[in-house]
């Protein structure tokens, strides 16, 4: 057959060999890297890139960053998507499976729209009913929603109701003055309820620069997830995505639900350019979408204490100072973070 020609790699100037269907610009090695960078995150969490640091990684770290991202890459990034497509096409069908049309008649019976028409009445309803809760999820959606992305929609649950409040049409009138016992008060409050979120760094970056709310006594529920694979012995070197932790934690239906609409919400995204959150009245799918992050928390947390239910190394209270840390981490920069540029950064797991 002969040699095969010789190409040069542009990434990093090594000699290769042309294969059939690989790359004629990069080596095996930098193109499983540049594999990794696009296919790293689950779909579930958003990366972020510095203002100051072009494409979101500094150029001190990226041999760094590449080498990391080609030993994802070099583990079968394809076989990894092929896996994933095999296992959707083998789950239950939302739209007809009983216990999947259960979950979604639940969110919509358990789902309270709050704005401008009702917030007088409803919005007191759904502090205190928060401040009897135990526990409560919270979440954000927005405008590429960042320290500068409007948030347009935040998002409350209980184990019992999920509250989605209108802050487009409230702004800080959904939070009310510092003392008053609102909203505000029950985020910033370090007592009871233990506040669910889930990579709480951007939410915390938006809330406190758009309305000054100070997150306390939060757990983020990626970090739990993180202790709770190493309280295995689990050597974890990155965090997981939501998608990822329902898929390990929660049932095959909720998984599918969650799988379903996430695809449904992102096809709306590229529809209308990442206006979705910012349009009334909110789609049925993005209220779905909206609805389904928050009450999927609780029982991601549920399912994780249970798992750490003989907690020896105290991964639990370790999971809530980490998440401590992660609540000052976006806000306290002086350089904005902005949301929707990937970097393999945003994923490399916490050391606590």
């Known amino acids: 057959m002969g040699n095969k020609a010789r190409l040069t790699c542009e990434r990093c100037a090594v000699a290769f060999k042309k294969t059939s269907g690989g790359s004629v610009r990069f080596c095996k090695t930098c193109a499983a890297t540049a594999g990794a960078l696009e296919s790293a995150d689950d779909g579930a969490l958003i990366g972020f890139a510095r203002d100051d640091v072009v494409g979101g990684c500094a150029d ?50 358990s789902c309270v729209l709050i704005d401008d028409t009702n917030a007088d009445t409803v919005l007191k309803t759904c502090v205190e009913a928060m401040r009897e809760a135990d526990v409560v999820a919270v979440d954000c959606e927005g405008v590429m929603m960042s320290r500068t992305g409007p948030i347009t929609v935040l998002q409350c ?123 009334r009245p909110l789609t049925e799918d993005a209220r779905r979408y909206a609805a389904l992050d928050v009450w999927l928390l609780i029982k991601l947390y549920d399912k994780m204490k249970f798992d750490l239910r003989d907690d020896k190394d105290d991964w639990t209270s370790r999971s809530l100072k980490e998440s401590a840390r992660r609540v000052l981490e976006f806000r306290e920069l002086e350089v904005a973070i902005r949301q929707g540029v990937f970097t393999e950064e945003s994923t490399v797991a916490p050391t606590f």
């Not at 092929?82 to 008649?105: F, H, Q, T, W, Y």
């Open 157 to 279: 649950a209980t184990r019992d109701k999920i509250y989605l409040i209108d802050i487009q049409a409230l702004g800080v009138k959904a939070f009310g003055a510092r003392g008053s016992g609102g909203m505000r008060d029950l985020l910033e409050s370090r007592e009871a309820p233990l506040k669910l979120m889930f990579d709480c760094r951007m939410d915390s970056d938006a809330l406190f620069h758009q309305y000054d709310v100070r997150l306390e006594n939060v757990m983020d529920v990626q970090i739990l997830d993180l202790a709770t694979r190493r309280a295995l012995g689990l050597m974890i070197d990155r965090v997981a995505g939501i998608a990822k932790c329902t898929d390990k934690h929660l049932t095959e239906a909720e998984t599918a639900v969650a799988a379903d609409l996430k695809v449904r919400v992102r096809k709306l995204y590229a529809v209308e350019e990442s206006q979705l959150w910012a349009e």
């Open 60 to 109: 001190e770290n990226n041999d760094e960053s590449m080498r990391r991202a080609a030993r994802v890459g070099a583990g079968g990034v394809g076989k990894k998507k092929k896996k994933a497509k095999k296992k959707a096409a083998s789950g239950p069908n939302v739209r007809s499976d009983p216990m999947c049309l259960e979950i979604l008649d639940r969110l919509d019976a």
